[in-house]
């Protein structure tokens, strides 16, 4: 397995002429309607011909989020539109927009805030780390070359929960809360097979817990907070699914 973060070389890509992997972008979206634009024009700019980005909407956004994404799917067919009214909780919007890509053949799956907290910009840098031929491209604030705008609580948050989910489950990435992150398709496949537990935030943590069996690597990026407090039942669901986690990856090392 990669343990150390993958720093990009200025100027590396690969050759024009080498075709990668079609690569679908999974953004959860709610009431967007101040960013939805910028964004989708930011991250088709970051695609080629063949990707796409799927739109996870559902019930919950009420603004003029879902006309603007038709309007640029009418002019721009690697944007889509996943409408999904039965989604109960963040966690089925992500999985939604997983599912989405994987039916439409994509390869390389990454996901992304799309409330701009994470800069499309920075796609390449998962790119290039997947064109080496790793499994799972995890995006991390405490890297050599990341940045971080947030308040003292999200920063303490976060920080805690990495140490924490690392101390008890055994991990050892240095950022086991992030969401900007990009998965093969075999890779997603397992996730999705497996599940999760959380219907938070905490969800990210399972998922990076399953990956630290894959061939990975962490990805500087930046991240700037959208909100500065995380509700008290979400850390409590998280606490509580953390030690669950730690029974499960137990019983998993107990039965190789």
């Not at 992997?21 to 080629?48: C, H, M, S, W, Y």
């Not at 905490?202 to 909100?227: C, D, K």
């Amino acid at each position: 397995m990669l343990r150390a973060a993958y720093l990009p070389r200025p100027g590396r890509s690969p050759a024009p002429d080498v075709a990668r992997p079609k690569l679908g972008v999974a953004a959860p979206l709610a009431n967007e309607e101040a960013t939805i634009d910028a964004f989708l024009d930011r991250v088709v700019a970051q695609l080629d011909v063949d990707d796409r980005v799927f739109c996870v909407l559902d019930t919950v956004s009420r603004d003029s989020t879902r006309e603007r994404i038709e309007a640029h799917a009418a002019l721009d067919d690697r944007v889509r539109l996943v409408w999904a009214p039965a989604n109960r909780c963040v966690v089925d919007a992500y999985f939604a927009g997983y599912r989405a890509a994987l039916d439409d053949g994509c390869c390389w799956i990454l996901e992304m805030d799309g409330g701009l907290s994470h800069l499309p910009e920075e796609i390449p840098r998962f790119v290039e780390a997947m064109s080496t031929g790793i499994d799972f491209a995890a995006g991390s604030r405490f890297v050599a070359g990341s940045q971080l705008s947030t308040t003292p609580y999200r920063y303490v948050l976060s920080r805690g929960g990495t140490w924490l989910a690392n101390a008890l489950v055994g991990t050892r990435m240095r950022d086991m809360t992030s969401g900007f992150e990009c998965f093969t398709r075999d890779a997603l496949e397992s996730v999705i097979e497996h599940g999760v537990r959380s219907r938070a935030n905490f969800f990210q943590t399972e998922i990076r817990a399953l990956m630290h069996e894959w061939n990975w690597v962490e990805v500087p990026i930046t991240y700037r907070s959208p909100s500065g407090r995380v509700g008290s039942a979400t850390v409590s669901e998280a606490l509580s699914n953390l030690w669950k986690l730690r029974g499960d990856m137990r019983a998993r090392i107990a039965a190789r």
